[in-house]
């Protein structure tokens, strides 16, 4: 059985929940960045990949769900 994280925060959560878990990741992304450019240190950047990936894949899942509410309401 394959478990997706994205998938179990999107079922499990409301819209408004999932938004502040995404601002709040996207929010310290920024600052890593800020932080790297400060330093001059691009190596900093390395350890967002992991929470932007997680980001990249709840938007999608997120875009999902709603495409398939379009299209049960389409169909009604």
């Known amino acids: 059985m394959k478990v997706s994280i994205?998938?179990?925060?999107v079922q499990r959560?409301?819209?408004?929940?999932?938004?502040e878990f995404l601002a709040?990741?996207?929010?310290?992304?920024?600052?890593?960045?800020k932080v790297a450019v400060e330093k001059g240190d691009?190596?900093?950047?390395?350890a967002n990949l992991g929470d932007l990936t997680m980001v990249a894949t709840i938007l999608a899942e997120l875009d999902?769900?709603?495409?398939?509410?379009?299209?049960l309401q389409e169909n009604m």
């Open 6 to 9: 994205a998938s179990e925060i």
């Open 13 to 19: 959560h409301n819209d408004q929940e999932v938004i």
């Open 64 to 71: 999902k769900r709603e495409k398939s509410k379009l299209a």
């Open 24 to 33: 709040k990741t996207t929010k310290g992304l920024v600052q890593n960045y």
């Open 42 to 46: 691009s190596s900093i950047l390395f």
